[in-house]
C-alpha cells in the first residue's frame, strides 16, 4: 500500500461504520452517514487522518457567531458612548465659554473655579443644594455603565451571575474569606498562649458611618434593596467585632464614610447686665 494516499469521496457510500472501527478512526473523526460533504483522506502505515471540509466550516461558523446578549450589549454601549462623546463636547464647549465670561485660562480652569463662577452667575436663595445650577463632568452626573459580564459565546464570566448581583455577592464571599482568615489567624495566637490581642491595636471607627445605600449602588454599579444593604451592614459588624479585625482595615474603611467635624463651643459664658438689670453680650467678630 502507498504511504500517501488521497481522496475525494463519499463518506455513506464507501465505508459503513465497522469498517470505520477497523481502520481504528478516532470518535472524533466519525461522519454521519447523512452527511454527503467530500473529504481527504491521508494514510501513512497504520494511521488515517480524515479532514472534511464541511467540519472545517462549522467551527469557523461556531468562532464567528456572536450571542445575542453579546449583541445586545454592544448595541446598548455603541449607544452609551456616542451618548457620553457628545455630552463631553457640549461641556467643554460651555467651560470654555465660561472661562471667556469669567476672564480665566480656559486650559487651567477647574472644578472650584466653574462651581465659584456659578455661583456668581447664578446667584440662587434655594436651601436644597441639589435644586441649585450646577456644571459637572458628565461621567459624574450620568451614572456608570457595567462593562460585559459575559463573553461572545453569551457564558458569563462569573459563576454568580445568574444571582442577578453578583458583584453584591462577590463582597459577601470575600467577607466570608476575611472572617475565616481571621479566625485562622485567632487559632494560631491561641497557640502561642496569647489569649487576647493588643488593645492598642483595636480597630478605632469613631467618625466615620456606613456609607448609604445609595453610595453602595454607585460604587458597585447594582441596584441594592433595603434587605441586602442591611444584610451587608450587619456582616460588617460581624467583621468589626472580630478581635483581630484591625487586620482588615483598609476592606473595612471601604465601606465608611467619615462625618464632616462640626466645631461646637463647649464654655458658653454667661450674660452680662448693664445697671438697669438688661442683659446683653459682648462679641467680637
Known amino acids: 500500500m502507498a504511504a500517501s494516499v488521497k481522496c475525494q469521496l463519499m463518506f455513506r457510500n464507501v465505508f459503513s461504520l465497522s469498517q470505520f472501527r477497523e481502520l481504528k478512526i478516532p470518535t472524533r473523526c466519525l461522519v454521519s452517514e447523512s452527511l454527503s460533504s467530500s473529504a481527504s483522506i491521508t494514510q501513512s502505515g497504520d494511521k488515517v487522518m480524515i479532514q472534511t471540509e464541511s467540519s472545517v466550516l462549522s467551527e469557523k461558523v461556531k468562532v464567528r457567531k456572536v450571542s445575542k446578549a453579546m449583541r445586545a450589549y454592544i448595541?446598548?454601549?455603541?449607544?452609551?458612548?456616542?451618548?457620553?462623546?457628545?455630552?463631553v463636547e457640549e461641556f467643554e464647549i460651555g467651560r470654555r465659554h465660561l472661562a471667556n465670561m469669567m476672564g480665566l485660562d480656559a486650559d487651567s480652569m477647574t472644578q472650584a473655579d466653574i462651581d465659584e463662577a456659578i455661583v456668581y452667575l447664578f446667584p440662587s436663595g434655594l436651601f436644597d443644594k441639589k435644586a441649585r445650577p450646577i456644571m459637572k463632568h458628565p461621567e459624574e452626573i450620568f451614572p456608570k455603565q457595567k462593562a460585559a459580564q459575559f463573553g461572545i459565546d453569551g457564558r458569563p464570566f462569573d459563576c454568580l451571575f445568574y444571582t442577578g448581583s453578583p458583584n453584591?455577592?462577590?463582597i459577601i464571599t470575600t467577607m466570608r474569606d476575611k472572617m475565616q482568615a481571621l479566625n485562622t489567624f485567632e487559632d494560631s495566637m491561641y497557640k502561642r498562649g496569647i489569649v487576647q490581642p493588643d488593645p492598642t491595636m483595636k480597630l478605632e471607627l469613631s467618625g466615620s458611618q456606613w456609607i448609604s445605600a445609595e453610595q453602595l449602588e454607585k460604587t458597585i454599579i447594582e441596584v441594592v434593596n433595603e434587605h441586602y444593604y442591611a444584610r451587608l451592614v450587619v456582616l460588617l459588624q460581624r467583621l468589626v467585632d472580630h478581635p483581630y479585625s484591625y487586620k482588615?482595615?483598609?476592606?473595612?474603611?471601604?465601606?465608611?464614610?467619615?462625618?464632616?467635624?462640626?466645631?461646637?463651643?463647649?464654655?458658653?459664658?454667661?450674660?452680662?447686665?448693664?445697671?438697669?438689670?438688661?442683659?446683653?453680650?459682648?462679641?467680637?467678630?
Open 248 to 285: 482588615e482595615k483598609d476592606f473595612i474603611m471601604t465601606f465608611r464614610r467619615e462625618l464632616v467635624a462640626v466645631a461646637q463651643m463647649t464654655d458658653i459664658p454667661p450674660l452680662l447686665r448693664d445697671d438697669n438689670g438688661k442683659a446683653y453680650m459682648d462679641g467680637e467678630g
Open 75 to 87: 448595541e446598548r454601549a455603541t449607544e452609551h458612548k456616542n451618548f457620553m462623546q457628545s455630552e
Open 168 to 170: 453584591y455577592f462577590n
